[in-house]
């Protein structure tokens, strides 16, 4: 997830001008999106929500996209006419339990349209769960988009703060004295007060990436599919299991790296390398994926950030 305490129309053009795609912690909304109307604001309880009753994210009102990837900056909001108050109060009066920690924040279009702004609303992973929108349902993001959620997701959501809530991210670091290769490591946080001690690790690699050393890691299969974006893409499965006396818990707030695995650069060809992850043990089971974007031969430092 995106995480930043401030955003400037900057921030906004370089998601731009990367080409950065919606994902599950990512949604852009085109300004028509958030209007004084009964389905919008309906839309926007479902939306927050989802992102509550997931794993946070942020809301990006007044950029345009196309297939899921941002094209340029909307026409913007009149702040006069639409004010941060009026969001955070239809928030906060549409969802119910309310949700603590959300942010929004005003953005000034300085450059592409002076005196109007658009608005970014960052929604925090929810411990107080689950969260249930003006329509009386229950939402999690599912690809880009919010989805009712089944009844086991729900009780998931509710037994959140009683079991460990763990979450694993992705980032794409340097080699020391090494220009052929490059490595993934494999992060770890938990956000539930209960700590982990005894949880197995699934890392599920793009077979177009050649991994020469998977750490400690077991590789069991290099033919598993992950389904991405509609796509079908095959992965290589790597599989740990971390327990205690061997390995220190997760404790709440602190994160852990995992492992890494070395891989051989250049990359075969340019574009979207998927990067997945299943987490489980007693009473908990999460899992995700990342896009690792190659463009150029170049690959960025911090593929993602922790959630």
Not at 57 to 64: E, R
Not at 220 to 242: A, H, M, Q, V
Request: glycine share 6%.
């Amino acid at each position: 997830m995106i995480t930043k305490t401030d955003w400037t129309e900057q921030d906004i053009q370089q998601l731009i001008t990367n080409q950065v795609k919606e994902n599950i912690k990512l949604d852009y909304k085109a300004c028509a999106s958030l209007k004084n109307d009964e389905k919008c604001k309906n839309e926007l309880s479902k939306d927050v929500s989802a992102f509550a009753n997931s794993d946070g994210g942020i809301l990006i009102y007044g950029v345009i996209e196309k297939d899921n990837v941002a094209v340029k900056i909307d026409d913007g909001y009149d702040p006069n006419i639409v004010k941060r108050e009026w969001i955070e109060d239809n928030i906060h009066g549409r969802i119910q339990r309310r949700i603590e920690g959300i942010r929004i924040f005003q953005v000034d279009l300085k450059i592409t349209n002076p005196g109007r702004v658009i608005y970014i609303i960052s929604i925090p992973q929810s411990l107080d769960g689950p969260h249930m929108a003006n329509d009386h349902k229950y939402y999690k993001r599912f690809n880009f988009k919010s989805a009712p959620m089944e009844d086991y997701e729900v009780r998931d959501v509710r037994r959140r703060n009683n079991v460990p809530n763990v979450n694993l991210w992705f980032t794409v670091e340097d080699v020391e004295d090494e220009i052929v290769e490059k490595k993934i490591a494999l992060n770890a946080a938990n956000t539930s007060p209960v700590p982990a001690e005894y949880y197995g690790v699934r890392a599920y690699i793009d077979n177009r990436i050649e991994i020469s050393s998977e750490g400690d890691f077991v590789k069991l299969s290099n033919d598993y599919i992950i389904e991405r974006d509609g796509l079908n893409i095959s992965t290589t499965c790597y599989y740990k299991l971390f327990a205690l006396p061997h390995h220190s818990p997760l404790w709440d707030g602190e994160e852990f790296n995992l492992s890494h695995f070395k891989f051989k650069v250049p990359l075969v060809s340019e574009g979207d390398y998927v990067l997945a992850w299943r987490v489980s043990g007693p009473g908990f089971g999460k899992d995700g994926s990342q896009l690792m974007q190659v463009k150029n031969n170049f690959i960025p430092l911090t593929a993602s950030k922790a959630p």
